[in-house]
């Protein structure tokens, strides 16, 4: 490549607005890949620390015991603070002994809420890497339209009107839509990669939810089925004592 083509000159020497541009893009660039190697981490953290409770969840410890052991655990996170609000909540109605129903219904809030928090804390910086992939080429473009501009408004003062005139100011205009799209490709692939990542972690925590809302519901039939069972052993125990 010619001395007067080279990338690092053909940057330095672009007009002030193009040089404004390219540096946008690469803080958009860096900014994505920031984001990008911290929902990495988030998510494959999120998913160990979800596999590891469920494990803990279906090994058959009471539910309880369960509650009291995360109950100190400052870092709750997941699956574990899903189970924490929706188990507080089921402790507090059962307390005040409401119908059962009542509990169901609250406990299944709480886990809705829960989830939901959950969810936006795991998605956090998704947006941002829309708005990266999306915004980052128009931005890109704009900078090449604004070069080629200037490029051509150049060469309109120029007695001789040929193609190694116009060419710089072409080339380090075209260089804002590379930048561009070099921002944005990285920041698409990755908004839909952790897109899906989450979805799959949100789908596994609702259907967790829904199970342990079944868990609930039963333990609280058995606990309404204990004192008619009382009551009907005692009745036959009163007619067996009258025979």
């Known amino acids: 490549m010619p001395e007067s083509l080279n990338i690092i000159d053909l940057i330095t020497q672009a007009s002030l607005l193009v040089q404004i541009v390219m540096a946008l893009l690469l803080l958009a660039s860096l900014l994505s890949w920031v984001i990008i190697f911290r929902m990495s981490e988030r998510l494959g953290t999120a998913r160990n620390f979800d596999q590891q409770f469920e494990a803990w969840f279906w090994s058959g410890e009471d539910l309880a ?3 009291q052991g995360i109950q100190g655990s400052p870092e709750r996170q997941g699956l574990e603070q899903i189970f924490y609000v929706g188990f507080s909540e089921y402790l507090r109605m059962h307390k005040k002994r409401q119908p059962k129903d009542d509990i169901i219904d609250g406990v299944e809030r709480k886990l809705r809420v829960g989830l939901g928090r959950q969810q936006l804390l795991l998605e956090s910086g998704l947006t941002t890497l829309a708005s990266i992939g999306s915004v980052a080429p128009y931005v890109g473009l704009f900078g090449t ?4 501009m200037n490029a051509f408004l150049g060469l309109s003062q120029n007695e001789q009107a040929t193609l190694a005139a116009v060419a710089p100011g072409i080339a380090e205009a075209l260089i804002a839509t590379a930048m561009g799209l070099f921002a944005a490709i990285p920041a ?3 908004y839909n990669h952790f897109t899906a ?7 596994s925590r609702a259907l967790f939810c829904d199970e342990m809302t079944g ?5 609280t039939s058995n606990e309404n089925l204990q ?3 009382q009551v009907s052993q005692a009745n036959q125990s009163n007619q067996v004592a009258g025979l």
């Open 65 to 67: 015991k369960l509650y």
């Open 145 to 148: 339209v604004w070069g080629i």
């Open 188 to 190: 698409v692939l990755a």
């Open 197 to 203: 990542k989450s979805s799959r972690l949100y789908d």
């Open 215 to 219: 868990m609930l519901q039963r333990e």
């Open 227 to 229: 004192p008619s069972t």
